[in-house]
């Protein structure tokens, strides 16, 4: 069984900066393809970015594209989102996910593909 903890959430003004970070334990992050997911108050959890088990393959979300960054470190079994040029609309809570296929190599962006979910951390940006 994989546990994931986010943190790194907050409060930010539009145009601001914030980096989520999300670390396992159990199972074998090194071989487990990860995500970023984000819900908002009254919509539907929408995929935001995702990230190869070996970190060599990133897909993200258009509307993030450009501002987010995802990154993992194996090492530390943590996987990153670091958030640029924060807009209100980024407000939600977001969720790390990982797929326990192994060494999967096409990047899944929908939400069934996850196995494992971490609790979310709040992100709000102020206008």
């Known amino acids: 069984q994989v546990q994931l903890v986010e943190s790194g959430g907050g409060l930010v003004q539009a145009g601001g900066s914030l980096r989520l970070s999300c670390a396992a334990s159990?199972?074998?992050?090194?071989?487990?393809?990860m995500a970023w997911f984000r819900q908002a108050p009254g919509k539907e959890r929408e995929f935001v970015a995702a990230?190869?088990?070996?970190?060599?393959?990133?897909r993200y979300a258009d509307s993030v594209k450009g501002r987010f960054t995802i990154s993992r470190d194996n090492a530390k079994n943590t996987v990153y989102l670091q958030m640029n040029s924060l807009e209100p609309e980024d407000t939600a809570v977001y969720y790390c996910?990982?797929?326990?296929?192994?060494?999967?190599?096409?990047?899944?962006?929908?939400?069934?593909?996850?196995?494992?979910w971490g609790p979310g951390t709040q992100v709000t940006v102020s206008s």
């Open positions: 990230i190869r088990w070996s970190g060599g393959s990133t």
């Open positions: 159990g199972g074998t992050f090194s071989s487990y393809p």
């Open positions: 996910a990982a797929d326990k296929s192994a060494y999967r190599v096409a990047i899944q962006t929908s939400n069934t593909a996850y196995d494992y």
